[in-house]
């Protein structure tokens, strides 16, 4: 079975580090805090009436020796108002988002809003990975060289996370793997880096099949593209293909000549 295709869109810095995208095989991973949408793996944190009752094993650590009942009572109550403030005042969200790294890619090369947000006015450029269909041996699939992506469901309700429950991995997944079906087009598939967190990270050089430049993009940025795409197929037996969107003369959509993909259906 050959592996899906997946995509990336992306625009030019001033720097041009984008590029390494192509010639060095790196990608970012961001920080939750910083995508487009303030619900995005922003849960629900619901509160309980017995936090004690759930969690007896956090009020054990409470050093209440040689204090009353009534200061033990007093004592048990400060520490779950203190815990409680510090999901409503979005401490615990930001700190635990911190410490997590994703990549977003799309199922489609073709949406012509995705280009326009995420490729700065079809200006930049998108690439396409291949899924993997087997991992070589002695290899971690987990690992984010491999691009392993969890497909976005898209919902009306936000994910419940009970804040004095221990999180189970099912919860984790509905907190990054959960949108609003306003975003629905996008058509999104996440990699979740929980290990090493946000940053630049290299992916597996075979993974990348092929580039496909802006419909409006510079003739200087597409030099500058095309010269790497060069240069990254010094060292690959199986080119990586370049390609270039192109708008349709009678429809609202996109073309990419010689590009044999089949287009989705919100796309067609």
Known sequence: MVG??????????????VLKLITENKIKFSEPARFNDPFD????????DNPKKLRPDLFARLDNSGKSPAKRVIATQRAINRADSFFKDGRFQETAMAAVGILSL????WHVLMWSH????????????????????????????????????????RPV??????????????????KSIEWEYEEEERV?????????FEYEP???KSVIAGCKISDKHFALLSAAVKE???YRTIKISLFRAELDERKYRLNIPRFNRPRSATTA
């Open 4 to 17: 899906r295709y997946l995509y990336k869109y992306v625009a030019f810095d001033e720097e041009l580090n």
């Open 106 to 109: 799309s199922r489609t090369p």
């Open 192 to 200: 979740v880096n929980y290990m090493d967190g946000p940053g630049i």
């Open 118 to 157: 995420y490729a700065q006015h079809h200006t930049g450029f998108v690439v396409e990975f291949q899924e993997p269909e087997v991992i070589p041996p002695r290899e971690n699939g987990l690992h984010q060289r491999w691009l392993i992506t969890f497909e976005v469901k898209y919902t009306v309700d």
């Open 232 to 234: 990254a197929n010094k």
């Open 161 to 178: 996370v009970e804040r004095w429950k221990r999180t189970e991995l099912t919860s984790i997944d509905k907190i990054f793997m959960s």
């Open 206 to 208: 075979s993974l990348l």
């Open 41 to 48: 793996c922003n849960p629900y944190y619901m509160g309980s």
